[in-house]
Protein backbone atom coordinates (compact mmCIF):
# COMPACT_ATOMS: atom_id res chain seq x y z
CA UNK A 1 0.00 0.00 0.00
CA UNK A 2 0.76 3.78 -0.08
CA UNK A 3 3.22 4.79 2.60
CA UNK A 4 2.50 7.72 5.17
CA UNK A 5 5.94 8.47 6.88
CA UNK A 6 6.32 10.55 10.01
CA UNK A 7 9.24 11.45 12.40
CA UNK A 8 8.26 9.44 15.70
CA UNK A 9 9.20 12.20 18.44
CA UNK A 10 9.25 15.99 18.71
CA UNK A 11 10.34 17.98 21.79
CA UNK A 12 9.68 21.45 22.30
CA UNK A 13 9.30 24.26 25.24
CA UNK A 14 6.22 25.72 26.11
CA UNK A 15 5.58 28.46 24.57
CA UNK A 16 7.86 27.98 21.00
CA UNK A 17 6.11 26.76 18.03
CA UNK A 18 5.81 23.25 16.74
CA UNK A 19 6.35 21.52 13.45
CA UNK A 20 5.14 17.96 12.82
CA UNK A 21 6.18 16.93 9.45
CA UNK A 22 4.24 14.03 7.05
CA UNK A 23 5.23 12.51 3.83
CA UNK A 24 2.98 10.45 1.75
CA UNK A 25 3.66 8.18 -1.66
CA UNK A 26 0.26 8.29 -3.12
CA UNK A 27 0.04 11.14 -5.76
CA UNK A 28 -3.78 10.35 -6.27
CA UNK A 29 -4.55 11.44 -2.23
CA UNK A 30 -7.15 14.31 -2.30
CA UNK A 31 -7.50 14.60 1.16
CA UNK A 32 -5.00 14.51 4.23
CA UNK A 33 -5.80 14.72 8.22
CA UNK A 34 -3.82 15.36 11.37
CA UNK A 35 -5.60 13.57 14.19
CA UNK A 36 -4.09 14.19 17.91
CA UNK A 37 -4.23 11.43 20.17
CA UNK A 38 -4.08 11.82 23.93
CA UNK A 39 -3.11 8.82 25.98
CA UNK A 40 -5.87 6.21 26.53
CA UNK A 41 -7.87 8.56 23.94
CA UNK A 42 -9.48 7.96 21.19
CA UNK A 43 -8.55 10.15 17.55
CA UNK A 44 -9.70 13.94 17.61
CA UNK A 45 -9.57 15.39 14.39
CA UNK A 46 -7.75 18.59 14.39
CA UNK A 47 -8.08 19.81 10.70
CA UNK A 48 -7.77 18.19 7.11
CA UNK A 49 -6.57 19.71 3.70
CA UNK A 50 -7.91 19.52 0.44
CA UNK A 51 -4.93 18.41 -2.42
CA UNK A 52 -6.35 21.98 -3.91
CA UNK A 53 -4.98 23.89 -0.95
CA UNK A 54 -1.31 24.80 -0.30
CA UNK A 55 -2.23 26.12 3.18
CA UNK A 56 -4.75 26.71 6.04
CA UNK A 57 -5.01 28.03 9.42
CA UNK A 58 -7.23 27.24 12.34
CA UNK A 59 -6.40 29.57 15.44
CA UNK A 60 -3.00 28.02 16.73
CA UNK A 61 -2.92 25.74 13.87
CA UNK A 62 -1.43 25.96 9.91
CA UNK A 63 -1.24 23.15 8.10
CA UNK A 64 1.37 23.51 5.31
CA UNK A 65 1.13 21.15 1.51
CA UNK A 66 3.43 20.93 -0.62
CA UNK A 67 1.95 18.52 -3.14
CA UNK A 68 4.70 18.28 -5.83
CA UNK A 69 7.29 17.11 -2.88
CA UNK A 70 4.32 15.28 -1.17
CA UNK A 71 4.99 16.44 1.59
CA UNK A 72 2.47 17.77 4.40
CA UNK A 73 3.03 20.06 7.67
CA UNK A 74 1.70 20.94 11.05
CA UNK A 75 2.61 24.04 13.01
CA UNK A 76 1.39 24.51 16.56
CA UNK A 77 2.01 28.07 17.21
CA UNK A 78 2.42 29.21 20.98
CA UNK A 79 2.93 25.17 21.88
CA UNK A 80 1.27 23.82 25.73
CA UNK A 81 1.63 21.71 28.12
CA UNK A 82 -1.77 19.82 26.75
CA UNK A 83 -0.73 19.73 23.15
CA UNK A 84 1.56 17.29 24.28
CA UNK A 85 -0.13 13.91 22.42
CA UNK A 86 0.43 11.45 19.73
CA UNK A 87 -0.12 13.48 15.97
CA UNK A 88 -0.98 11.14 13.48
CA UNK A 89 -0.79 12.27 9.77
CA UNK A 90 -3.08 10.61 7.29
CA UNK A 91 -4.38 10.43 3.70
CA UNK A 92 -7.50 9.43 1.86
CA UNK A 93 -7.56 8.77 -1.90
CA UNK A 94 -11.17 8.85 -2.70
CA UNK A 95 -10.61 7.54 -6.03
CA UNK A 96 -10.50 4.19 -4.97
CA UNK A 97 -9.50 4.02 -1.11
CA UNK A 98 -13.61 3.86 -0.67
CA UNK A 99 -13.14 7.02 1.71
CA UNK A 100 -10.67 4.56 4.15
CA UNK A 101 -7.49 6.41 5.55
CA UNK A 102 -3.89 5.94 5.56
CA UNK A 103 -2.11 6.19 8.33
CA UNK A 104 1.11 7.18 9.73
CA UNK A 105 2.94 5.80 12.31
CA UNK A 106 2.49 9.13 14.71
CA UNK A 107 4.54 11.47 15.60
CA UNK A 108 4.67 12.07 19.65
CA UNK A 109 5.15 15.60 21.15
CA UNK A 110 6.66 16.58 24.42
CA UNK A 111 6.12 19.58 25.45
CA UNK A 112 8.28 21.13 28.51
CA UNK B 1 -19.56 16.57 13.18
CA UNK B 2 -20.40 13.30 14.22
CA UNK B 3 -20.34 11.80 17.61
CA UNK B 4 -19.21 8.35 17.55
CA UNK B 5 -19.79 5.81 20.82
CA UNK B 6 -18.14 3.05 20.99
CA UNK B 7 -18.99 0.31 23.98
CA UNK B 8 -17.14 -0.69 26.40
CA UNK B 9 -14.26 1.21 26.37
CA UNK B 10 -11.81 -1.33 27.36
CA UNK B 11 -12.37 -4.71 28.46
CA UNK B 12 -10.03 -7.87 29.73
CA UNK B 13 -10.46 -11.01 28.07
CA UNK B 14 -9.92 -14.43 28.43
CA UNK B 15 -7.82 -16.00 25.28
CA UNK B 16 -10.05 -18.38 23.25
CA UNK B 17 -13.43 -16.02 23.75
CA UNK B 18 -14.51 -13.48 21.67
CA UNK B 19 -15.89 -9.91 22.50
CA UNK B 20 -18.49 -7.52 20.51
CA UNK B 21 -17.59 -4.39 20.53
CA UNK B 22 -20.68 -1.80 19.64
CA UNK B 23 -20.50 1.51 17.55
CA UNK B 24 -22.86 3.83 17.78
CA UNK B 25 -22.94 7.21 15.49
CA UNK B 26 -25.29 9.91 15.86
CA UNK B 27 -26.56 11.26 12.56
CA UNK B 28 -26.89 8.28 9.79
CA UNK B 29 -23.59 7.79 7.27
CA UNK B 30 -22.54 6.22 4.62
CA UNK B 31 -19.15 4.65 5.41
CA UNK B 32 -18.05 3.06 8.52
CA UNK B 33 -14.97 1.81 9.52
CA UNK B 34 -13.14 -0.16 11.77
CA UNK B 35 -9.06 0.27 12.75
CA UNK B 36 -6.39 -1.90 14.87
CA UNK B 37 -3.91 0.09 16.76
CA UNK B 38 -1.49 -2.16 17.93
CA UNK B 39 0.55 -1.05 21.33
CA UNK B 40 2.48 1.99 20.13
CA UNK B 41 1.83 1.47 16.70
CA UNK B 42 -0.55 3.32 14.07
CA UNK B 43 -3.61 2.26 12.84
CA UNK B 44 -4.64 -0.06 10.39
CA UNK B 45 -8.02 -0.57 8.91
CA UNK B 46 -9.45 -4.18 9.39
CA UNK B 47 -12.37 -4.09 7.02
CA UNK B 48 -15.12 -1.59 5.82
CA UNK B 49 -18.64 -1.77 7.48
CA UNK B 50 -21.04 -1.94 4.48
CA UNK B 51 -25.12 -1.20 5.35
CA UNK B 52 -26.47 -4.29 4.15
CA UNK B 53 -24.31 -6.24 2.68
CA UNK B 54 -20.89 -8.12 3.82
CA UNK B 55 -17.90 -6.24 5.10
CA UNK B 56 -15.31 -5.65 3.20
CA UNK B 57 -12.00 -6.72 4.73
CA UNK B 58 -8.22 -5.78 4.24
CA UNK B 59 -5.26 -7.90 3.23
CA UNK B 60 -4.64 -10.13 6.31
CA UNK B 61 -8.41 -9.62 7.88
CA UNK B 62 -10.69 -12.44 7.55
CA UNK B 63 -14.23 -12.73 8.68
CA UNK B 64 -14.00 -15.52 10.50
CA UNK B 65 -11.80 -13.92 12.90
CA UNK B 66 -13.57 -10.36 12.70
CA UNK B 67 -16.81 -10.49 11.59
CA UNK B 68 -18.91 -7.27 11.47
CA UNK B 69 -22.85 -6.87 11.63
CA UNK B 70 -23.86 -3.30 10.02
CA UNK B 71 -27.44 -3.28 10.36
CA UNK B 72 -28.68 0.07 9.46
CA UNK B 73 -26.90 3.41 8.88
CA UNK B 74 -25.94 4.16 12.05
CA UNK B 75 -24.82 1.18 14.34
CA UNK B 76 -22.26 -1.45 13.24
CA UNK B 77 -20.56 -4.16 15.38
CA UNK B 78 -17.07 -5.95 15.17
CA UNK B 79 -16.20 -9.56 16.98
CA UNK B 80 -12.98 -10.25 18.15
CA UNK B 81 -13.20 -14.27 18.04
CA UNK B 82 -11.62 -16.75 19.84
CA UNK B 83 -9.14 -14.14 20.90
CA UNK B 84 -5.40 -14.92 21.15
CA UNK B 85 -2.51 -12.28 23.32
CA UNK B 86 -1.07 -10.44 19.75
CA UNK B 87 -5.23 -9.63 19.55
CA UNK B 88 -4.69 -7.06 22.60
CA UNK B 89 -5.11 -3.32 20.82
CA UNK B 90 -6.95 -0.92 20.72
CA UNK B 91 -9.98 -1.02 18.25
CA UNK B 92 -11.21 1.94 16.89
CA UNK B 93 -14.68 2.85 14.73
CA UNK B 94 -15.16 5.84 12.46
CA UNK B 95 -17.17 7.40 10.18
CA UNK B 96 -17.88 8.92 6.86
CA UNK B 97 -19.72 10.53 4.41
CA UNK B 98 -19.01 9.97 0.28
CA UNK B 99 -17.77 13.27 -0.76
CA UNK B 100 -17.96 14.21 3.00
CA UNK B 101 -14.26 15.57 4.10
CA UNK B 102 -14.65 14.74 7.51
CA UNK B 103 -13.88 11.44 8.89
CA UNK B 104 -14.82 11.28 12.48
CA UNK B 105 -13.47 8.42 14.85
CA UNK B 106 -14.86 6.79 18.74
CA UNK B 107 -12.66 6.57 21.54
CA UNK B 108 -11.73 3.53 20.69
CA UNK B 109 -11.86 0.22 22.67
CA UNK B 110 -8.94 -1.32 24.55
CA UNK B 111 -8.53 -4.97 24.83
CA UNK B 112 -6.57 -7.29 26.70
CA UNK B 113 -6.17 -10.35 26.13
CA UNK B 114 -4.60 -12.46 29.39
Known amino acids: GEDVEQSLFLSVREGDSSVINCTYT??????LYWYKQEPGAGLQLLTY?????DMKQDQRLTVLLNKKDKHLSLRIADTQTGDSAIYFC?????????????FGKGTSLLVT | SAVISQKPSRDICQRGTSLTIQCQVD?????MFWYRQQPGQSLTLIAT?????????ESGFVIDKFPISRPNLTFSTLTVSNMSPEDSSIYLC???????????FGQGTRLTVV
Open chain 2, 27 to 31: SQVTM
Open chain 2, 49 to 57: ANQGSEATY
Open chain 1, 49 to 53: IFSNM
Open chain 2, 94 to 104: SSGQGGNTEAF
Open chain 1, 26 to 31: DSSSTY
Open chain 1, 90 to 102: AEMDDSNSGYALN
